[in-house]
């Protein structure tokens, strides 16, 4: 094992990635740019639910209804309506959120003490925010039942009432940024090296200067060595700037430990740079190495618990996370940043990566080997 | 236009494809891949929600509650512990999501008329999920106490009370509120640029890496030519992929185009249009295989996924990145796939989109040719 | 034995069920060019590449600067230079880069790269090009900085593979005169080319042909051999009357 050769192999990878102007900005700024956009777009809070009004009841009651809803922050009364075919325009152009209709009859039965129907129409088109807001809307109408039910008796209310007190553990604001910001991180590392190793070493194949390193006494490990070493150093610098970027900027919370987080990263990058040495090893033209690396990163990272949660899946897919270091490195970017956990209880996370990673590395450097022949 | 010199190179094209076997074949085998995985792995609907109780009370009343909890549709009550840590636990280990606390001595508040305290922890970790559960939550204890109201003013000797408010729901589009529906169509947007854009992005680089790109130049054929046809290849394996694509939504899952088929695939080609105009403006002006990846991925694949309302709402984002939204080409893709998919729209509604994107197709065409006769094509 | 440069005996390369090399055997004395002749696709390249190290050999023995190409093959890979017809240069980078990067490669000790990359500098007369990217240096220069770059480490043995394709005559001459004088240094020089005209310029050379050595010898001895009653004919003759010769 000779250092100088690795080096040197080190310094030239260096030196063309960096002499390529147009390449420069992009290591800084792509990263950036991601983390930016999935800061600011990755989020499925429910605010501001639009609403369109049709009254045709047009009553005390009915107006007492609406200030209920419109009184409501997490609701904008945007349109009211005059005939139900205009409301029913109003959905099929998504200009509202959600449609609510009060019946003719409306205070007509609620002063005889019976229950009117209110229909409450839901753009279905995204139906997880669609769920959320039909439950706020049922929560509002809810409250306005108990404000009726106590103008109308007004006895001393002292019943027995379950008091909720809902707590959310780790995340109280149900911040979700804090919640996709740290996994961007992750997965920007995992592109990025994924993506450049491959690309590195198809290069030097394809302009034919792979067949005169193998004409020197380079050995396959150092040659391994010098072209992923440059990319783990890439990789921890982008993730160095990210991490400062994403608590100044966007003020995610950092409670755990930073160098737990970097030896997360050495062991996530083992299985990274493995699978990009593996795809070097089985393509022959950039195009491919592009293709494939692609092809790798979308299920790892959509089955890794970034966006759509692993609880979420079928059984067998489940099983499946258990084979994606994105998915381990996730826990306990997670882990660190928002809840501070140690080493404690995320070993088992630390494990899977060292276990996974040495597997992939060991594996992809023997196949990468045996081609070299 | 001269439709050999388009036909040669397309052939040759073609030929660089069929030979690369491996990148054609990803072409094919990725956007399968992601149906696979959107119409089956991957999901934002929160039902089975698992809830873990503490019962310290033990009596009727307190049953019933949990009782209750676990016959609606959206919880599962997956056991009862006898320790709150050992349910924070639960919590923390992600066995379950929700964590139910009753205090002893809760029933007899409730019998004495007193508020009775009922603890309970979401597991707020992944905030999607959190923020539903949280409402489904709320909305039950909501009508959970109603009905105690009701049930006091009742035994207190007056007539029967009903609740004066109901809501009945219909749910326009979705109608059984499954993101299947919405996600699967969707990723046809999402395919189309990978296909369409990120594999084009390599196509011009590639010959001016390999110096092929100075032969061409010396060829009498017209940077129009020249980009038709390079494109064609790509458009038709986009265009298959697209149809694949419908009918797998289709016969795996159950999605249903509710619209009008051949305006699917106009807007589709119109879409494929943009793509491929986008990845060759790409390829041309970087001229290096790595920087047109990477470049790709930024501008083409992200913006599709993330800026164009596919999943993440356009309406929550701060009005720079909505203003932003306006010019990703799959903004106007998604609107028209949802309008046929699911509002069940024509062209009358949706043509401004249809519109929209042909303009794009143009513009980003006519830049091509630009970049290209700057080049000395 | 220990004046042999490279020796081979019965070597044979198969790829599948194509023979490539068909046991052939030569030897080359230390210090002498040899030249490796051919028409293309004949096995030049393939038994260039097993000599290197780059390729194993199906069967046979062989010894370069007195290792065991089986056995030793990483040894080997010191002890020899290695310039193939690409000129496998990195085209991004400067002359000076590319140096410096050989000379880590090679294990060249530190404390002699200032004196090795002078040398190359002024061998390769590119001191005032150092730090211009390659591929904006024409292809002449740029042969020579590959020849450069294969000899910073002062091998034993020079394998050339198809040096001189695509370069003017000039340069041609320029680089035969280094050749000669490399060898007086005691390198022994192993080329392949297909310009016969070139072969003049090797002591000996060997002639192969679908992957059989067809002539070995002396250039003007094989030629007198074969047209004793000629006296224009040169090495080009040769081939033509010996590959006809096969044909029939």
Request: aromatic letters at 10%; a neutral charge.
């Given at each position: ?25 992009l ?19 429910v ?10 009841s047009?009553?005390?009651?009915s ?66 925010m669609a ?6 809307m ?5 409250q ?16 027995g ?18 919640f ?23 290069r ?18 150092e ?5 992923t070493?440059?990319?783990i ?8 700037i990210?991490t400062?970027?994403?608590?100044f ?77 994105l ?13 501070g ?19 992939v ?13 | ?26 072409a ?7 149906i ?9 609907d ?18 019933d ?14 056991g009862q512990?006898?320790d ?6 639960y919590?923390d ?36 999920f ?11 204890m ?16 007056m ?115 943009v ?20 470049i790709?991925?930024l ?41 046929l ?37 | 034995?220990?004046s ?20 052939i ?19 030049k390249?393939?038994t ?11 069967s ?9 190409i ?39 000790p ?28 024409p292809p ?52 392949t ?18 992957g059989k ?36």
């Amino acid at each position: 094992m000779n250092w100088i050769r690795v080096r040197e192999l080190v310094r030239k990878e260096f030196i063309q990635l960096f002499r390529d102007k147009k390449n420069r900005p992009l290591l800084i700024v792509a990263p950036l740019v991601q983390l930016i956009l999935f800061g600011y777009v990755v989020t499925t809070d429910v605010r501001d639910i639009t609403v369109g009004l049709l009254d045709l009841s047009r009553t005390p009651e009915s107006r007492m209804l609406i200030d209920a809803i419109g009184g409501n922050k997490t609701f904008r009364i945007t349109e009211v309506t005059e005939r139900p075919v205009d409301m029913d325009q109003l959905l099929l152009m998504r200009k509202v959120n959600l449609g609510v209709k009060i019946p003719p009859d409306f205070s007509v039965k609620i002063r005889k003490g019976q229950t009117a129907e209110v229909q409450i129409l839901a753009d279905g088109s995204m139906s997880n925010m669609a769920a959320v807001r039909i439950s706020y809307m049922f929560t509002v109408l809810e409250q306005f039942n108990n404000q009726v039910i106590r103008e109308l008796h007004p006895v001393k209310m002292s019943y027995g009432k379950a008091d909720d007190r809902i707590r959310t553990w780790y995340n109280p604001n149900l911040d979700s940024r804090n919640f996709y910001v740290p996994g961007i991180v992750a997965f920007l590392i995992m592109l990025l090296v994924m993506l450049l190793t491959s690309m590195a070493i198809i290069r030097e194949k394809e302009s034919g200067t792979m067949e005169q390193l193998m004409v020197t006494p380079l050995k396959p490990l150092e040659l391994i060595l010098g072209k992923t070493i440059p990319f783990i150093l890439i990789a921890q610098a982008q993730m160095i700037i990210v991490t400062i970027f994403a608590v100044f900027w966007f003020d995610i919370p950092l409670v755990g430990s930073i160098s737990l987080l970097l030896v997360a990263t050495c062991l996530f990058l083992l299985s990274t740079l493995g699978i990009g040495l593996f795809i070097s090893t089985i393509s022959t033209t950039q195009q491919q190495a592009m293709m494939t690396t692609f092809f790798f990163i979308l299920p790892f990272f959509m089955l890794s618990g970034f966006v759509f949660p692993v609880a979420n899946m079928p059984k067998i897919v489940q099983w499946l996370t258990y084979l994606n270091p994105l998915k381990y490195f996730l826990i306990i970017i997670r882990g660190v940043f928002l809840k501070g956990t140690g080493l404690g209880s995320l070993w088992p996370q630390f494990a899977g990566l060292l276990i996974l990673g040495l597997i992939v590395f060991w594996g992809s450097v023997n196949l990468f080997r045996k081609r070299l022949d | 236009m001269n439709l050999i010199k388009i036909q040669a190179i397309s052939r040759k094209e073609y030929y660089h494809l069929i030979r690369d076997f491996r990148s054609l074949y990803l072409a094919f085998i990725i956007p399968l891949l992601l149906i696979f995985l959107f119409g089956y792995a991957l999901s934002l609907d929160v039902d089975n929600i698992q809830v873990v109780v503490v019962d310290h009370d033990q009596t009727d009343l307190s049953r019933d509650l949990i009782q209750k909890i676990g016959a609606s549709s959206y919880f599962h009550v997956i056991g009862q512990v006898a320790d709150d840590r050992i349910a924070s636990r639960y919590l923390d280990d992600g066995m379950a999501s929700v964590a139910i606390i009753l205090a002893s001595g809760w029933t007899a508040n409730i019998r004495a008329d007193r508020e009775s305290q009922v603890q309970i922890l979401i597991d707020g970790s992944d905030p999607n999920f959190a923020g539903i559960t949280r409402s489904y939550l709320t909305a039950f204890m909501l009508r959970y106490n109603q009905n105690q109201l009701l049930d006091f003013l009742n035994r207190k000797g007056m007539e029967p009370i009903h609740p004066p408010v109901e809501g009945r729901i219909r749910v326009w589009f979705n109608e059984d509120l499954e993101s299947r529906n919405f996600i699967v169509p969707g990723i046809i947007a999402i395919i189309i640029m990978i296909v369409g854009a990120m594999l084009t992005s390599l196509v011009v680089a590639r010959e001016y890496e390999n110096g092929t790109m100075e032969t061409i130049r010396s060829l009498p054929v017209p940077a129009a030519e020249f980009l038709i046809g390079k494109a064609i290849p790509y458009f038709i394996i986009g265009l298959i992929d697209v149809l694949v694509s419908i009918l797998m939504g289709q016969l795996l899952f159950g999605v249903v185009m509710k619209s009008s088929f051949w305006l699917m695939i106009l807007a589709s080609s119109l879409y494929l249009g943009v793509a491929l105009s986008l990845g060759l403006l790409i390829s041309s002006v970087t001229k290096s295989q790595l920087v047109a990846n990477q470049i790709a991925v930024l501008i083409t694949y992200l913006p599709s996924l993330l800026l164009s309302n596919f999943v993440f709402p356009v309406e929550n984002m701060p009005g720079i990145l909505q203003l932003v939204t306006l010019i990703v080409p799959a903004t106007y893709f998604i609107d028209i796939l949802n309008g046929l998919y699911l509002r069940n729209l024509g062209l009358s509604a949706l043509w401004p989109s249809y519109v929209i994107l042909t303009i794009m197709c143009g513009a980003l065409s006519v830049l091509n040719l630009i970049v290209l006769k700057r080049e000395g094509l | 034995m220990a004046s042999e440069a490279v020796a081979v005996q019965n070597l044979v390369k198969r790829f599948g069920r194509f023979v490539a090399v068909d046991q052939i055997s030569f030897s080359v004395q230390k210090g002498e060019i040899f030249g490796f002749l051919g028409p293309n696709g004949a096995g030049k390249s393939t038994t260039i590449r097993m000599l290197c190290g780059i390729i194993t050999p199906t069967s046979g023995a062989g010894h370069v600067a007195g290792l065991d190409i089986f056995t030793q093959s990483e040894e080997i890979k010191h002890n020899i230079g290695y310039m193939s017809q690409k000129f496998s240069l990195y085209e991004d980078m400067t002359p000076f880069e590319n140096i410096r990067f050989y000379l880590g490669i090679y294990s060249v000790p530190p404390e002699k790269w200032k004196e090795r990359t002078h040398w190359v500098l002024e061998m390769t007369r590119l001191e005032n090009a150092k730090h211009r990217l390659t591929r904006e240096l024409p292809p002449g220069w740029r042969q020579r900085l590959a020849l450069g770059c294969a000899l910073l480490h002062e091998p034993q043995i020079l394998f050339l593979d198809e040096p001189t394709s695509g370069v003017d005559p000039i340069t041609r001459r320029h680089f035969w005169a280094f050749i000669r004088q490399l060898t007086t240094t005691g390198v022994t020089v192993f080329v392949t080319t297909h310009y016969m005209d070139e072969a003049q310029h090797c002591d000996r050379v060997v002639m192969i042909n679908e992957g059989k050595i067809v002539v070995s010898g002396p250039p003007s001895r094989i030629v007198q051999d074969m047209f004793p009653d000629r006296t224009d004919a040169d090495l080009n003759d040769v081939f033509i009357q010996l590959m006809t010769r096969n044909r029939s």
